[in-house]
């Protein structure tokens, strides 16, 4: 039921077939944001109205539920959009694109599916390269105008060590990561 009185808030639900397929949520009287999900021939497309901001999201998954596009539009032009590819069932690629900048990150795997580097360029400059040590231990390597300029080491997930870059990359026969 939707809320009647202005202090009241709540979100309404729409179901088929025992499934939800839609939401509405409200604060008194005010819509405040929209929710719709609908089958396609390949998976499921999402759409989110935030009817405060005016930003409409649109994500397409594919038929394992899986991402693979994310459209944000606001006034009808598009501000972001986000592709998603996979290969062997993992991420293999994530390029986001907003006015004036495309960011792509790339995934490597070893043969075993451990996930082992990962490539980011943006306007298809390289400005990061993270080489995977196992679980939350890693080496970002940081790139400027294409010099590798500072690499960084983590552990457990924290930064522990910066360095100033002199040498190969991290990951290489002659690197020290």
């Given amino acids: 039921m939707r809320p009647e009185a ?10 088929s077939n ?36 005016g930003l409409v999201t649109r994500e397409s998954c594919n038929a ?6 994310l459209v944000e539009e ?15 069932g993992k991420i293999s690629a994530k390029v986001t694109k907003t006015p004036g900048r495309r960011e792509e990150v790339r995934y490597r795997y070893d043969k075993s599916g451990e996930l082992t580097t990962s490539e ?25 105008n294409g010099e590798l300029v500072l690499r960084a080491y983590y ?6 060590r910066e360095v100033p870059a002199s040498g190969p990359p991290a990951g290489t026969a002659q690197g020290t990561g």
């Fill in 6 to 15: 202005a202090g009241d808030a709540g979100e309404l639900l729409r179901y």
């Fill in 18 to 53: 025992g499934t939800v397929v839609s939401t509405e949520q409200w604060k008194g009287t005010e819509l405040l944001r929209e929710e719709s999900v609908s089958p396609t021939a390949n998976g499921s497309v999402k759409v989110t109205r935030d009817l405060t901001s």
């Fill in 64 to 69: 394992e539920g899986r991402i693979v596009s």
């Fill in 74 to 88: 606001k006034g009808g032009n598009a501000v972001r959009t986000v592709d998603y590819s996979y290969s062997n």
């Fill in 120 to 144: 980011t360029t943006v306007n298809r400059r390289l400005v990061k390269m993270t080489h995977y040590a196992g679980k939350d231990s890693y080496v970002e390597d940081l790139y400027l």
């Fill in 155 to 160: 552990e457990k997930g924290k930064l522990v």
